[in-house]
């Protein structure tokens, strides 16, 4: 959590420095006194620091052998929460205390923060301002600890985007690149990339050490046991199949190897077993099977653990993660050890399938989330734009921490770029918590942060318009196809988005037009040092996604669209020197998987008219309706029945196994509504891609209601907990 008291920082230019503030200028040095910690992280962060010294005040940043002579001072404090640090003046000297080796590395990487350096400085092109001096006032003060644990990412669908980039093989230098941004973000935890085409973590020379240099606990996904990366390992030193039911000993082999291998490495080991790539468990067919055979391999991996890490196996981070068909497992009876985390998911879109009951918040291990803003897989995939929500993000992981998920959260991110926003957004949540937070704030200071505040209002205003179109379709949804159905039309043929019509059409025509325009007209007001970073973090992802757009809805502009497409990935991986060439060669790929919707248009989809209708109800983000409270709209209805169409955040219950809302019309009965899906089911398939559950209801208009001039009055009431109302309509 953060806490900031007498807060001011100056950029000072050419002003006298009074004796009792702490002052870094231009061309200085700097005596700086570091404690050693015996871990190295904090040696990392401090070298990180001299960099973004030299580079934004050419200051140089020296170490000294008393605290007394440092300007500078960064000590460790036990009385600090875990990872958790304070910064403070006194008499013109900044102190630094920190937790532990993890809070001194924050604690100095918050002074580069305070020296205006991004998170994003390496992986955004985000070049500091160069700055005369920088100032921190007498009586400064800023506290601050993690809200959750372990905080991480997982490099994942790596195949089209960091994997060709970093030359085919993610190995130490580009693990490093991303470990400095994790450090920089206050991330310590990572799962890395595990596809078939990938190298495993751990069987590249340097890829531990450079974990342990920079801080960096390592684990695995949900599929990914006991520090092993079956979908790629099995193939290279497993014997048999990698078959619990029938291969037993060969299965334990292959996981003690790893264990005896990483032993002393800081690790958070994935217990439980799936199938060798991210598929359900081999050799069990029934529930009854599977809930045997999995309780079997989490028993026999907790003394493997004993045996091969430390004698007190509840002392050593796990983390069971179920996933998929394995949260069914887990309802059947599955009895995971209290020590371990239990880490719930999102189901691949955004919407959390499970919040934990009141016995699964007491447990010694927590609670942790796994989540996505990047996915490959059905209904459809979105590899490609970053266009996530923040303001589902936020809903959700609100949601989750309130409800006591805070002990692991780790994110999908896909290639990281571009999802730069949605990465540092989690990952502020993870370490501020999400209490007195607003998105619109969030991504504001984020845009003013990077482009200045004199456009900050402008450019949040645009990119709050293009993370809400998005979340009405996603730019890779907007062919209306899907992936991985027996019917191969599904992924080819384009269809027409079922619930929209030539008015909707038009209008988000026209919506993008203003977007991609804006964009494009901002760009001349963008300074230099500033490209490359606009055209990775705002231009290529806005005009993309309004090109994809264009592609599908606007047949005079779908050929050029196509075209425009093309140019500004061109551009991104081999653009001129502005943009950083030829370090983004390779990064971006305008059709991952190659699928049919990426391709030119031969025949864009046709559109009905507008039906009549009247709205009752409308919003951009949603609202929450509360268990038990209820609202109410008046409206004007002479025929002899009133349709109803209401929509709804599709996400998933938060309390027990329900989610429902009522409907009554003037005096009549009110009418209940379940609106639960299930994964895989086809209105779950629906809903993820619309981003609403539907349900409809028809009221009789009775000859006494017509005898009040036609008016009326629709009542909705929340039954359960975790009802969000996006959208009334009376179709006529």
Known sequence: MRKIYGFLVVWMVAVAVEAQDFVLERGTEVRCFLQATGEPVSETAWQMLRGDAETVL??????VKKEKKAQL??????CMPREGFRLYVEKGQLTIRGADAHGLAYGLLEVSRLMGVSPWEWWADCVPAKKESVRLSE???????????????????????????????????????????????????????????????????????????????????????MGTSPATEWKMRGVGDYNYVTNKENVQKFWAERLDEVKGQDMVYTIGMRGVHDGSMQGVRTKEEKLFYLQQVIDDQREMLAAHVHPNVASIPQVFVPYKEVLDIYHAGLKVPDDVTLMWTDDNY??????????????????????HVSYWGRPHDYLWLGTFSPFLLRQQLTEAYQRGICQMWVLNVGDIKPAEYQIEDFMNMAWNGVEGTDENAELRNFLGREF????????TSLMIDHYRLAFDCKPEHIGGTRVEEADKAYWNIPKPIAHWSVKDVQKRVADYLRLSDAVEALTAQIPSRQKATYFQLVKYPVQAAAQMNFKFLSPERSEQAYDSIVALTHLYNSGPEWLSYPKWKGIM?????????FGRVKEPPAYPAAQPQTVLFSTDTWQHVPKGESLTFSFESKGEEATFEVRLLPNHPVE???LAFSLKMDESEAQAFDYRTYDREEEWKQNVLRNFSLRTCTFPVSPHSQESNGMHKLTFEALTEGVYLRKIRLMK
């Open 58 to 63: 050419e200051a140089r940043m020296v170490r």
């Open 589 to 597: 790929d305008m059709a991952p998987r190659k699928l049919a919707v």
């Open 452 to 459: 200045g505040e004199s456009l900050a209002d402008t450019l």
């Open 656 to 658: 027990g196994d329900r």
């Open 73 to 78: 001072v960064a000590v460790l404090d036990d």
């Open 139 to 225: 009586g400064f003060v800023a506290e601050q600890h993690p809200a959750v644990a372990y905080r991480g990412i997982f490099i994942n669908d790596e195949d089209w985007g960091i994997l060709p980039w970093s030359g085919g093989v993610i190995g130490p230098a580009t693990n490093e690149k991303i470990f400095q941004l994790m450090l920089r973000l206050r991330a310590n935890y990572y799962w890395p990339s595990m596809h078939e085409v990938s190298k495993p973590f751990f069987t590249i020379e340097g890829n531990r050490e450079m974990a342990h240099k920079y801080g960096i606990y390592v684990g695995g996904s949900h599929c990914e046991p």
């Open 350 to 371: 955004g919407y959390i399938r499970h919040f934990p009951d009141e016995q699964e918040r007491s447990r010694k291990g927590g609670n942790g989330l796994y989540y």
